[in-house]
């Protein structure tokens, strides 16, 4: 028998970096997101999660460092990348003159989708979405526009998704769902990563990743994040402090070091 050949990381970030002028949104931020793995990106407001998924995603080129989506080089392939990663931002765009039933047409005339039809109705369905069908999402609420974009980016199937704070816009019940979904697609070889403050209760990804003033400060999968933060019960919010404080006593730590080798000196 043949050995299997080994499939390419999903999503890749190494040593991303992003500037907007003088300022550093993202700085050296390594990890990976394997097929068939969820993972959350954890970080306060500022943190770099939304700039670092726009350059995963291709949307924006990144300072310095290297995306690769499924072993290509978004800098060289981003023509052959954009076929296999989707964005869905906090604040989706739409186009002002389609209907929402017009917008999953338009996806999957782009993507030569056959079929999509039973696909796009059974996904509207699921998101309470169907009886607004024709309306524009101009019309909508916030939560039914990211409803919307997650319809249009599931009926899609790319083989990464990434989602900038999927669950805060939803209602209870569609963030349930949605976690099924990602569940589900997961199981079929999807990599997802997820930036969010919020996950349903029943919401358990695989990894983690905790952004602090653009960098990276914790990662790793829910049990070893609990015994180097010294957590019980693991939660975003758990996590967040927990790994906030840890990287403040080291900066301390560091700190003091640099004091001992200054009075060295003297």
Known sequence: MMPTAKQPVALEAIDISYAYGAYQAVRGVSFRVEAGEIVALVGRNGAGKSTLLRCLAAWTPATD???????????????????????????PPFYDELSAWE??????????????????????????????????PLAYSRGMRYK????????AQPRVLLLDEPFGPLDPVSADL?????RSYRGEGMAVLLSSHQLPPRAQPDRYVVLEE??????GDGAALRQSLDVDDL????????????????????????????????
């Open 65 to 91: 460092g290297e995306v690769r989506i499924l072993g290509l080089s978004v800098a060289r392939h981003e023509r052959a990348v954009r076929a296999h990663v989707v964005l869905v931002p906090d604040t």
């Open 103 to 136: 917008h999953l047409q338009f996806v999957a005339q782009v993507r030569r989708l056959s079929g999509w039809e039973e696909d796009a109705a059974w996904l509207l369905r699921r998101f309470g979405l169907w009886r607004q069908r024709e309306a524009l």
């Open 148 to 155: 919307l974009a997650v319809c249009l980016a599931l009926l």
């Open 178 to 182: 949605l976690w099924d979904d990602l």
């Open 214 to 219: 653009s960098e990276v400060i914790a990662e």
């Open 235 to 266: 939660t975003l919010d758990s996590l967040l402090r927990a790994a906030l404080a840890a990287h403040r006593q080291d900066e301390a730590l560091d700190s003091d070091l640099d004091s001992d080798d200054d009075d060295d000196d003297v």
